[in-house]
Nanobody
């Protein structure tokens, strides 16, 4: 089982990034997919979640209207489009796959928001 995040990096406040998470080794279309983030000295928080079929996305209040989660079950990939980035969005972003008692995590990708 692998979840490989990509797309992180350094961006100025107000900028955009698109994170990707490529999944392999399990039946991707069965799993709800989520993005979490963890900033230094803070706990891991849920950013966005999408159902196995791609419906009913939900978001943390802090990112509503700025971030969009989507998935492509044909490509076994989930995305997080992040717009209007703020310094407080800086964190390591993790991809998560969850179904029944199965729970998988990626290694994370760093997002830095700074001028």
């Amino acid at each position: 089982v692998q979840l490989v995040e990509s797309g992180g990096g350094l961006v100025q406040p107000g900028g955009s990034l698109r994170l990707s998470c490529a999944a392999s080794g399990f039946t991707f279309s069965n799993y709800a997919m989520s993005w979490y983030r963890q900033a230094p000295g803070k706990g891991r928080e849920l950013v966005a979640r999408i159902t196995s079929a791609g419906g009913s996305p939900n978001y943390a209040d802090s990112v509503k209207g700025r971030f969009t989660i989507s998935r492509d079950n044909a490509k076994n990939t989930v995305y997080l489009q992040m717009n209007s980035l703020k310094p407080e969005d800086a964190a390591v972003y993790y991809c998560n796959a969850h179904w029944k008692w199965f729970d998988y995590w990626g290694q994370g990708t760093q997002v830095t928001v700074s001028s």
